[in-house]
């Protein structure tokens, strides 16, 4: 499809357009450009230093470029002059391999090869915090179990009402808004699509959610473990494997095990067979794991997984059979790249199913009081730890790239050596008098 960005531009109104990538490690990355220069921005691409983002370059590498995916047009539903654009990033004619979007753009190819197509959907958890973030934004949202709480809901009705109207104008299908089991906690839900499309609009969504909050007064957060007592930000992911002509869902089996297929199980088998290895992409920081391996929280749940099992519909579990035209992942939080989710998750299920993976036999325990008593293996207990299982993994390392997976590890343990050289108050209380 050649779509001209600047006569679109025309037709819609739009002044400026917001050439955007995202890094390794989540950030977006955007430069602003006129309507008058984006004819040019659509074929040369938008300039950036690479080094200045969290990507594997050095100072000394020639400006990297970012060329807009015209047909990913987002305009933005809350200031209509501006136009939202995802990109691929090129260095010196050549597209950048470790760049996220590009990854799970390659592990989709790959898949559609072998003759399917990945729908998925995400379930965004986030906090609503004072302009410091030092606070819950709503002082009387303090029940023990928060969690649906229809009075501290309709207090944020205008927040939460303006966000799904967006979602309405944007063809998202939205269909359920409520508050979560924390305090001062929200999850807003749209329809499944195609595996791309559901990573750029989870990419979207963080920006509009930290954006309609700033302009009600607020600080809107996806940090996994932002309050040590309440449950943590999750980022549930929901996938389906259909046929290449978008109309057989191939993990639906009327005689299937809980109504799934072979298939189906062989994709869980892929994910729990690498399953500590992709902590290092869906539990991405040093606070993932307050979450992951959190004490009992104050609503009496944690909501997260912290061992590698399956289950029907019990959520006590990493993987969650809710239907039988889909799986659930319960393990990636808030702070997960959203194409790195993806190709991870995909990546590591399509594996399962070449290689015909048998998942073993479902538990239907209640892992967060019997948990105990189950030999499954655990997930990592920090992020060092999952790194270390990620860069040994030669199966998620061929899966991602190899350059991607040395570039990730790279940059990621700069960031663990970076937070080992930061003292707490915790080692002075601990260690003072030893």
């Not at 289950?311 to 039988?324: C, K, L």
């Given at each position: 499809m050649n779509i001209r960005l600047e006569e679109?531009?025309?037709?819609?109104?739009?002044?400026?357009?917001?050439?955007?990538?995202?890094?390794?490690?989540?950030?977006?990355?955007?430069?602003l450009v006129p309507t008058s220069a984006i004819a040019g921005m659509q074929?040369?691409?938008?300039?950036?230093?690479?080094?200045?983002?969290?990507?594997?370059?050095?100072?000394?590498?020639?400006?990297m470029f970012g060329l807009p995916d015209a047909e990913r047009l987002i305009q933005l539903?809350?200031?209509?002059?501006?136009?939202?654009?995802?990109?691929?990033?090129?260095?010196?004619?050549?597209?950048?391999?470790?760049?996220?979007?590009?990854?799970?753009?390659?592990?989709?190819?790959?898949?559609?090869?072998?003759?399917?197509?990945?729908?998925?959907?995400?379930?965004?958890?986030?906090?609503?915090?004072?302009?410091?973030?030092?606070?819950?934004?709503?002082?009387?949202?303090?029940?023990?179990?928060?969690?649906?709480?229809?009075?501290?809901?309709?207090?944020?009705?205008?927040?939460i009402a303006e966000i799904c109207d967006h979602m309405e104008t944007l063809g998202w299908g939205p269909y359920q808004n409520d508050h979560e089991d924390a305090n001062g906690q929200f999850?807003?839900?749209w329809n499944y699509s195609e595996a791309l499309t559901?990573?750029?609009?989870?990419?979207?969504?963080?920006?509009?959610?930290?954006?309609?909050?700033?302009?009600?007064?607020?600080?809107?957060?996806?940090?996994?473990?932002?309050?040590?007592?309440?449950?943590?930000?999750?980022?549930?992911?929901?996938?389906?494997?259909?046929?290449?002509?978008?109309?057989?869902?191939?993990?639906?089996?009327?005689?299937?095990?809980?109504?799934?297929?072979?298939?189906?199980?062989?994709?869980?088998?892929?994910?729990?067979?690498?399953?500590?290895?992709?902590t290092a992409i869906t539990n991405p920081v040093v606070n993932s794991y307050k979450r992951i391996n959190a004490p009992r929280t104050s609503s009496g749940a944690t909501w997260s997984p912290n061992t590698v099992t399956?289950?029907?519909?019990?959520?006590?579990?990493?993987?969650?059979?809710?239907?039988?035209?889909?799986?659930?992942v319960r393990l990636a939080d808030g702070a997960v790249n959203p194409y790195l989710l993806q190709a991870a998750l995909i990546g590591s299920g399509m594996w399962g199913i070449e290689n015909k993976i048998d998942p073993g036999k479902r538990l239907d325990v209640d892992m967060y009081k019997d948990g105990d008593k189950i030999d499954a293996p655990r997930l990592p207990l920090n992020l060092l730890d999952a790194l270390r299982s990620f860069e040994k993994n030669k199966n998620l390392r061929k899966i991602l790239g190899i350059e991607f997976a040395d570039s990730y590890f790279k940059l990621k343990m700069e960031e663990w050596n970076s937070f080992m050289q930061y003292f707490t108050e915790w080692e002075h209380t601990n260690a003072l008098d030893v």
């Open positions: 679109v531009a025309k037709k819609r109104d739009i002044r400026y357009f917001l050439i955007s990538f995202t890094d390794l490690f989540g950030v977006v990355r955007s430069k074929k040369e691409g938008a300039g950036f230093a690479g080094f200045a983002a969290h990507l594997d370059m050095t100072p000394a590498d020639s400006d539903p809350w200031n209509k002059e501006v136009g939202w654009l995802p990109s691929d990033i090129y260095l010196d004619t050549k597209i950048v391999s470790h760049g996220p979007r590009t990854i799970l753009k390659k592990v989709l190819q790959s898949a559609n090869t072998k003759g399917y197509v990945i729908n998925s959907g995400v379930e965004c958890e986030y906090f609503l915090l004072s302009p410091d973030g030092k606070s819950i934004a709503d002082s009387t949202d303090s029940q023990t179990k928060p969690c649906y709480d229809q009075q501290a809901l309709m207090r944020k009705y205008d927040l999850e807003m839900n559901t990573a750029d609009r989870h990419t979207f969504f963080k920006y509009m959610v930290k954006t309609i909050a700033e302009l009600h007064g607020f600080r809107a957060t996806f940090m996994p473990k932002p309050l040590s007592s309440l449950t943590g930000n999750g980022c549930h992911a929901h996938i389906s494997v259909w046929s290449n002509d978008g109309k057989t869902n191939l993990m639906e089996d009327a005689n299937g095990e809980l109504g799934l297929s072979k298939l189906a199980y062989n994709f869980i088998g892929g994910l729990l067979k690498n399953a500590e290895s992709l399956y289950s029907g519909n019990n959520r006590t579990h990493m993987i969650r059979i809710p239907d039988s035209d889909r799986i659930e």
